[in-house]
């Protein structure tokens, strides 16, 4: 790899998280040379998603607390006399306090192995760090193979078409997915999952039921669905839905409406009315509330133009401010964790209604809720950008460490990297991942921390006719000190499960460890599941298969002179926030972008193949000219093309 790579470019990106990965597509479009590497053995960073077995190997990795690579001294060959090293960090230390529990039945037998996986060479089996298990159990062996988040190619398309309406191209897919999707990992194949990955247990349950979900079943239908490490969602007139139709960048993937927006309240699941229609048939509110809502709601549109109705409330708590608007507690309770989802007591009365007039202003472009969620998992995202940037150029290297940066002493200014390999890469511009940079570099940065936890449970938690809704429901804060817990339920159509489960998301600021954090809402929503008999079919709430808690670094928000000694054309990223939209990762790329190509377009739209002329072309250019002069004196137009309907695209 390192006799073959260029040693000069005009950008280097170092990690492809989702801000990375934007600004990497944005300045290869924009003609730049890109080069852009992580040390990973996966696309996305702390934004990744990973197959069922993809997840145990990274939660093998953290369990393990190993260095990704081994340390290396070559670099100092490298550096001259008028230069210094900004040495960067060869250890992620973004997640902390891991925990694993299995409550399934955990009926594994030695032939249990992925579906749609090869066959496998069982000489290569070692053993493994056990891990927590519910109910006490010992369990062992998370994976040993170095499966890593499974993606697409980055290969140009045959084809490129470009819609004439730029929102059709945005794919909403309300159906079931039907098929299964090819996952393709960076460099490896699936030969080298071995069925001994799949952790053995040790069972001290009864022999499962009949339709009863078992853990080998998830291993089995594992590579079916991923699961994603950060929990968002797309709103459907958000920046990065925006930003996603202006490239034509949606052409690489699909989304899903989501279905429900739910709220609990006296220990009970029940959905929110929020559109027009939701309201007038909602049998939970009377006629006097159906008025009441629709009122407030139409004032949140145009709040703006009426400043006399909450000046005096502006930096009030914006449930205070409600108190003030004739509702009643069942409003205020919807609209302050539902609709505006401020439900932190630090929300002022503008955050409000900025957020329930943004809510608001989302519906109905794709569907009855505002949010989108991409088929396979928020994962996707980075790939797709990174399929653009490799489109039109980008060079892409995973599992591709970077030792340090190499600084100028006269002009302060970074000129270089240098790789595992000891290659010296020249560059104009450098961007960073926040988790690459070293204690040093970082030692004056206060990092906020995000308690997350990933659940697969056997069913939802607010029953319907339907079993394939996707909802989204937030759990308010109960004690001091603690934060609101959001918490998204996906189903089976999303591909981030197997069929017959959801799998369901809960985030929050962190005051503790995740576990902590988090586990009082599990037990207020869930159950585990060997605490009854799996064919008891009157149980009150879901039962839970598998759990998994980790607390992972927030390094959003961040000021540039935080950092110590970091040059003027090195530019940091930030991982995932805890917000529930996309809005910061997109308008950090837009802002480092224009200061790396100032004046350029961000992220337009590529052009259609047809008015591609490539260079020493003579036939295609004359054709090309022909048909331009022959259109010119045409007199009959030709006819515009359809514009097409978000919601059904055009192919």
């Given at each position: 790899?390192?006799?073959?790579?260029?040693?000069?470019?005009?950008?280097?990106?170092?990690?492809?998280?989702?801000?990375?990965?934007?600004?990497?597509?944005?300045?290869?479009?924009?003609?730049?040379?890109?080069?852009?590497?992580?040390?990973?053995?996966?696309?996305?960073?702390?934004?990744?998603?990973?197959?069922?077995?993809?997840?145990?190997?990274?939660?093998?990795?953290?369990?393990?607390?190993?260095?990704?690579?081994?340390?290396?001294?070559?670099?100092?060959?490298?550096?001259?006399?008028?230069?210094?090293?900004?040495?960067?960090?060869?250890?992620?230390?973004?997640?902390?306090?891991?925990?694993?529990?299995?409550?399934?039945?955990?009926?594994?037998?030695?032939?249990?192995?992925?579906?749609?996986?090869?066959?496998?060479?069982?000489?290569?089996?070692?053993?493994?760090?056990?891990?927590?298990?519910?109910?006490?159990?010992?369990?062992?062996?998370?994976?040993?193979?170095?499966?890593?988040?499974?993606?697409?190619?980055c290969e140009t398309p045959a084809e490129q078409t470009q819609s004439s309406d730029p929102e059709s191209s945005l794919e909403v897919n309300d159906a079931e997915a039907a098929g299964e999707k090819e996952n393709l990992s960076d460099d490896k194949t699936s030969e080298e999952e071995t069925s001994e990955n799949v952790p053995k247990v040790q069972d001290n349950t009864e022999p499962p039921k009949k339709n009863t979900i078992t853990y080998s079943q998830i291993i089995k239908e594992g590579r079916r669905f991923n699961i994603d490490l950060v929990s968002k969602l797309l709103y459907s007139r958000g920046l990065l839905i925006d930003l996603l139709i202006k490239s034509n960048v949606?052409?690489?993937?699909?989304?899903?409406?989501?279905?429900?927006?739910?709220?609990?309240?006296?220990?009970?699941?029940?959905?929110?009315?929020?559109?027009?229609?939701?309201?007038?048939?909602?049998?939970?509110?009377?006629?006097?509330?159906?008025?009441?809502?629709?009122?407030?709601?139409?004032?949140?549109?145009?709040?703006?133009?009426?400043?006399?109705?909450?000046?005096?409330?502006?930096?009030?708590?914006?449930?205070?401010?409600?108190?003030?608007?004739?509702?009643?507690?069942?409003?205020?309770?919807?609209?302050?964790?539902?609709?505006?989802?401020?439900?932190?007591?630090?929300?002022?009365?503008?955050?409000?209604?900025?957020?329930?007039?943004?809510?608001?202003?989302?519906?109905?472009?794709?569907?009855?809720?505002?949010?989108?969620?991409?088929?396979?998992?928020?994962?996707?995202?980075?790939?797709?950008?990174?399929?653009?940037c490799a489109v039109f150029g980008g060079i892409y290297c995973l599992r591709h460490s970077v030792q340090c940066l190499v600084v100028d002493k006269e002009s302060r200014k970074c000129k270089a990297m240098i790789d595992q390999f000891g290659q010296r890469i020249i560059s104009k511009h450098f961007v960073i991942e926040?988790?690459?940079?070293?204690?040093?570099?970082?030692?004056?940065?206060?990092?906020?921390?995000?308690?997350?936890?990933?659940?697969?449970?056997?069913?939802?938690?607010?029953?319907?006719?339907?079993?394939?809704?996707?909802?989204?429901?937030?759990?308010?804060?109960?004690?001091?000190?603690?934060?609101?817990?959001?918490?998204?339920?996906?189903?089976?159509?999303?591909?981030?499960?197997?069929?017959?489960?959801?799998?369901?998301?809960?985030?929050?600021v962190s005051s503790k460890t995740a576990r902590e954090d988090l586990e009082q809402v599990v037990q207020k929503l869930f159950t585990p599941y060997t605490e009854m008999e799996a064919e008891n079919e009157h149980v009150e709430k879901p039962r839970i298969l598998w759990a998994l808690y980790f607390n992972m670094r927030d390094s959003s928000d961040i000021s540039r002179d935080c950092y110590n000694d970091l040059p003027s054309n090195v530019y940091v990223c930030s991982g995932p926030d805890c917000g529930l939209g996309n809005d910061n990762a997109v308008k950090q790329a837009e802002t480092l972008f224009q200061q790396i190509c100032p004046n350029e377009d961000f992220c337009p739209a590529p052009p259609n193949p047809e008015d591609i002329v490539l260079e020493g072309d003579n036939s295609q250019q004359e054709a090309s000219e022909s048909s331009v002069i022959q259109e010119a004196s045409s007199e009959t137009p030709k006819e515009s093309t359809d514009l097409g309907n978000p919601e059904e695209p055009s192919e």
């Open positions: 790899m390192a006799d073959n790579l260029p040693s000069d470019f005009d950008v280097i990106v170092i990690g492809t998280g989702l801000p990375e990965s934007i600004i990497a597509a944005a300045c290869s479009r924009s003609g730049q040379r890109v080069l852009h590497v992580d040390s990973r053995s996966y696309y996305g960073g702390n934004w990744a998603s990973f197959s069922f077995s993809g997840l145990l190997s990274w939660l093998k990795e953290y369990q393990e607390n190993s260095d990704v690579v081994t340390e290396n001294s070559t670099w100092q060959e490298q550096i001259l006399e008028n230069e210094e090293a900004i040495l960067l960090s060869s250890k992620d230390k973004t997640i902390q306090h891991v925990e694993v529990f299995c409550y399934a039945s955990q009926d594994l037998h030695k032939d249990v192995e992925e579906a749609g996986a090869l066959q496998k060479n069982h000489a290569s089996v070692t053993s493994v760090k056990s891990i927590e298990v519910a109910e006490a159990a010992e369990a062992s062996g998370l994976p040993t193979a170095d499966e890593s988040l499974s993606t697409r190619s949606s052409r690489y993937a699909e989304f899903k409406n989501i279905t429900r927006i739910l709220a609990f309240r006296d220990g009970i699941v029940e959905q929110v009315p929020c559109s027009r229609a939701d309201v007038f048939n909602s049998k939970r509110l009377t006629m006097v509330e159906k008025r009441m809502l629709m009122k407030f709601l139409t004032f949140c549109m145009e709040y703006e133009e009426h400043p006399d109705a909450y000046k005096a409330y502006e930096e009030t708590p914006f449930s205070e401010y409600l108190k003030t608007q004739k509702l009643t507690p069942n409003l205020q309770y919807f609209v302050l964790h539902s609709i505006a989802m401020t439900s932190e007591p630090t929300s002022c009365t503008v955050d409000g209604l900025k957020a329930t007039k943004n809510f608001l202003h989302c519906l109905g472009r794709y569907g009855n809720t505002p949010f989108l969620f991409p088929l396979y998992g928020q994962g996707e995202l980075p790939q797709c950008f990174c399929r653009m926040d988790s690459y940079l070293s204690e040093n570099t970082c030692s004056r940065v206060q990092y906020r921390q995000i308690s997350r936890a990933v659940l697969i449970t056997d069913g939802s938690v607010l029953k319907t006719d339907s079993d394939q809704q996707v909802s989204i429901l937030t759990v308010p804060a109960e004690e001091p000190g603690s934060f609101a817990v959001r918490v998204i339920e996906l189903c089976s159509s999303t591909m981030t499960c197997m069929k017959g489960t959801y799998l369901v998301h809960l985030t929050c």
